[in-house]
């Protein structure tokens, strides 16, 4: 075995022996770097992957078919294989980014969608979403209000000046900076009016439902809160903000067991019951409410 070169030694980073099989004879390669890459041969525009470059200045590569011989180039040439890809590769980026994409071919689109149906899959449309908070109003039950008169335009000025303060999910009224739930005195201070004001006015939509305070201990810990606070959370069947398919449980419970607006014979056209899954609660059309309720409680 041939002597490892001493003034070879120095002008390697890590030496690494690689053991090569020929026919009976192993010789020993020492290796200067690893490579492992693909770059495109230039001589017949082959796709190859370097493996490596021995002391010598030789970069071992092989083929990414069948064939499993390996092969070597002088690392210069290698180099300027690699140069030559990373710049093609460069170029058809750059050239992909700028040219015009092809239009959709949307009867295709449409012949797919109809496949991707009939195997219980669905395809659509993405819509540019827009980022606004929002609170989903119940327009046919506000305007069933109206119609009773149940509301004072105070009233429907107030519920609409607090809409900001409607936490995602629960609907309780929270401070939107802290996440904490807001008291009488700190919705007055948020609205920069008198509490004695906001008090009144609070005090007659508890009364009528619109909204809840929640002063029982076991449902404050429902909702995760301390049994020293009390939650002001607005009615879902006024407005929700959230999944109108899924409205909390708990609040579910706390309309269903204390619903004022029905007790008044005001028939909104759209109630909050259980979904199926009793995991939350749902807005369904009255017709259907009065069929799960009778269902549940088998009237």
């Known amino acids: 075995m041939k002597e490892f070169p001493k003034q070879k030694e120095l002008f390697c980073q890590e030496l690494v022996t690689h053991n090569v099989e020929d026919g009976e004879e192993m010789t020993k390669i020492y290796l200067k770097r690893k490579y492992e890459c693909f770059f495109q041969h230039k001589e017949d525009g ?21 064939d499993t011989e390996k ?34 071919n949307l009867a295709e689109v449409n012949e797919q969608e109809k496949n991707a ?6 395809l659509y449309k993405i819509k540019d979403t827009n980022k606004a908070p929002f609170g989903q109003q119940n327009i046919e039950n506000i305007d069933a209000l109206n119609q009773h008169n149940y509301l004072s335009f105070t009233e429907l000025g107030f519920l609409s000046a607090i809409s900001p303060l409607i936490e995602m999910g629960s609907n309780a009224i929270i401070d939107p900076g802290t ?6 005195t700190g919705i007055a201070k948020y609205l920069k009016k008198s509490r004695a004001s906001i008090s009144n006015t609070m005090n007659k939509l508890i009364t009528k439902g619109i909204i809840f305070e929640i002063t029982d ?36 419970k706390f309309l269903v067991s204390s619903d004022k607006i029905e007790e008044q014979k005001i028939y909104l056209p759209w109630k909050v019951w259980f979904s199926q899954n009793h995991n ?4 369904y059309r009255r017709q259907t409410y009065l069929k799960l309720r009778k269902e549940t409680k088998g009237e």
Do not use: W
Request: charged share 25%; hydrophobic share 35%.
């Open 217 to 252: 201990a076991n449902d404050l810990l429902k909702f995760n809160r301390s049994v020293s606070e009390r939650p002001l959370l607005l009615n879902p069947e006024f407005s929700y903000r959230g999944d109108r398919n899924d409205i909390d449980l708990t609040l579910t």
């Open 46 to 66: 082959e796709v190859v992957f370097a493996l490596y470059e021995d002391i010598d200045g030789n970069v071992h590569y092989k083929q990414i078919d069948y």
């Open 71 to 104: 092969y070597s180039m002088k690392s210069q040439l290698f180099l300027m294989n690699l140069s030559n890809s990373i710049m093609r590769f460069s170029f058809k980026c750059e050239l992909r980014d700028i040219m015009p994409k092809e239009p959709v």
């Open 179 to 184: 996440g904490k739930l807001l008291s009488i």
């Open 280 to 283: 939350g609660g749902r807005l």
């Open 117 to 122: 149906n009939e195997m219980g899959y669905g």
